[in-house]
């Protein structure tokens, strides 16, 4: 079996920019698993745990997408929610873009047995998952990254495996998908 999901990858520079901000989140006294910039992406779709013959349609599937390259700027840092933080981010701004990539992938993954997401999609780049809060995790989190972290254009997305070790994901590609 093979946990796999469907992503985006950040330019280095953005994800060397999100990096410089990662120290000050460590200094909040919470307990903060922070994501390794080096693997810091825009999820579209998680689809979890799947044969190899699986992962072989999924491909198939995906490689039928015809989507127009588009531009995306990464926002600041914020939290999913300011009453119930789980997570920190950085929202996208993309004229609703990721967005409609989304949906094209559910249309391809539904006829293979894959019922679309229930919930909402918000297109982010997971910075860290809160295990515990802290009062002043919010004040710190407004003062990261007030301008964004950059601009690119999105020309391609991403089949990966993503292995769960102790030291964190491991992430492989299975297969890109050119815009």
């Known amino acids: ?21 990662q120290p000050a989140l460590r200094a909040v006294p919470a307990d903060i698993s922070l994501v390794n910039p080096a693997i810091i992406h825009i999820t ?9 013959e699986e992962i072989g349609r999924i491909r198939a599937a995906l490689q039928t997408i015809r989507f127009s390259p588009f531009p995306v700027s990464i926002g600041p840092v914020t939290l999913n929610s300011r009453s119930r933080p789980r997570v920190i981010w950085c929202g996208v701004e993309d004229q609703g873009r990721c967005a409609a990539l989304h949906q094209e992938i559910e249309a391809v993954l539904s006829p293979l047995g894959y019922e679309p997401e229930a919930r909402a999609f918000t297109p982010h780049a997971t910075v860290g998952r809160i295990r515990r809060s802290h009062p002043s995790l919010e004040g710190v989190v407004d003062t990261l990254g007030r301008d964004g972290f950059g601009s690119f254009e999105v020309g391609e997305f991403t089949l990966k495996q993503s292995m769960l070790t102790a030291r964190g994901p491991i992430y492989t590609d299975l297969c890109v ?3």
């Open 1 to 21: 079996m093979v946990r796999a999901f469907i992503g985006i990858d950040l330019p280095a520079s953005i994800r060397e920019e999100i990096a410089a901000v």
């Open 44 to 52: 579209l779709r998680f689809i979890g745990e799947v044969t190899e």
């Open 177 to 179: 998908v050119t815009l």
